[in-house]
């Protein structure tokens, strides 16, 4: 058997406890994977004292991340601490060390990946990120190998597990979005502060990745529609339900025209189709391909060992040298070809409007008319019982529901202007996109 691959850690949390617990606890199974032995030789973290939850025989462990990655016992870095500071300094000394990178860090790849591709490649090492997208889903792999022979044509996922656990929790025990997140914390999807899930700002960054991938182009969130799930409620749910639709946070991004429509929102998808029956932690890819057609991927797409699954994969691919076969192959920059991406005031789709209103006349039409002064036509009006009286108001509070027909974003913020003034409305009034 050839020498050992001999690992170097930056963080030792979550994901890098799942990593050392299989390559220690599996070892024979994956150094027969990898055809030489993966020894974890080096660990950097915070603080040394504070529990773990598995130990590592051996690892020599210190706080100073350089202790690591210039190491000569260290063969390749695992950067497992997620965020820009010091990931970034991190991964390029590793690469300018001449050390492969293997990272879950798709904030890192979103926003910093246009400098360090192209550092990898120049000095003929390698960055894989299986892991950062979409948990234990070999998304990556299939976009960058098995996809090849076609032009991906459109890309639609659910690529936040958290988020997609709170949505099933909420429906499927009619409770609070509060009382969600507090589930999925206490299951380990979510963090302390969940913002970056329930916000859309995850999904958004991974969609990036799939986008450059998929399509050439690098495109940060900044350039297309985030909407999280923090402004929905259970009611919000149930009326999909009852139209015939699931509320999923769905990233998306596809060719119309020549040009490449992007957005990340919480989407009304029919009960049909196999991206609305995907539930709790899960998450699912549908990719549309012009020689294959559709196809999906879906595994668990949050918690620890989704996700030290998809590392342990990508430092297999280290050791028996896939990952420096395919890693100058993948579309990483932007193509001289690339699809231009459409304007945001031209993107097209069908919407789920929903407003808290008073039960008196002349509400409907007040909507209504804005709505068709700006070229909205509505599909169809539902107003639920009358509720309670509202202490600030001598009339009902009642949920009015609009579908509308085909029309743009444009349009939409157009009489969003007008919404946001009328006095019939109590509080927010919830617009959200319905999928094709």
Known sequence: MAEPLRVGMIGLGTVGSGVAEILCGHAERTSGRAGREVVIRRIAIRDPSKPRECEVPDAKVTTDWREVVVADDVDVVLELIGGLSPAEEIVETALKAGKPVVTANKALLCERGDRLFPLARELGTTISFEAAVAGGCPIIAAIGQAMTGNQITSLAAIVNGTSNFILTKMLDEDTSYEDAVSEAQACGYAEADPSMDVKGIDAAQKLGLLTQLAF?????????????????????????????????????????????????????????????????????????????????????????????????????????????????????????????????????????????????????????????????????????????????????????????????????????????????????????????
């Not at 409620?233 to 946070?249: H, R």
């Not at 879906?298 to 342990?312: E, K, L």
């Not at 009286?389 to 009902?396: I, Q, T, V």
């Open 216 to 436: 050439g182009r690098r495109i940060t969130p900044d350039q297309f529609p985030v909407q999280g799930i923090d402004e929905l409620s259970l009611m919000d749910l149930k009326f999909a339900d009852e139209l015939g639709y699931a509320i999923k946070l769905l990233a998306t991004a596809k060719l119309v025209d020549g040009k490449l429509e992007m957005h990340t929102q919480p989407t009304l998808i029919r009960h049909h189709e196999p991206l609305a029956q995907v539930s709790g932690p899960y998450n699912m890819i549908e990719l549309t391909g012009d020689a294959v057609g559709k196809t999906w991927f879906s595994a668990m797409g949050a918690g620890q060992m989704a996700t030290a699954s998809a590392v342990v994969a990508d430092l297999i691919d280290v050791a028996v040298g896939r990952a420096a076969t395919n890693f100058p192959l993948l579309n990483l920059t932007d193509q001289p070809d690339a699809f231009p991406l459409q304007a945001v005031e031209d993107i097209e789709r069908r919407y789920y409007f929903r407003f808290n209103v008073e039960d008196r006349p002349h509400v409907i039409a007040d909507i209504a008319d804005i709505l068709g002064r700006a070229e909205i036509s509505l599909a169809s009006v539902i107003q639920k019982e009358v509720q309670e009286p509202d202490e600030d108001s001598p009339y009902p509070i009642v949920p009015l529901v609009f579908m509308t027909h085909r029309t743009t974003e444009g349009r939409l913020r157009s009489a969003a202007k007008g919404l946001d003034q009328l006095d019939c409305v109590r509080g927010s009034w919830l617009c959200l996109p319905i999928g094709e």
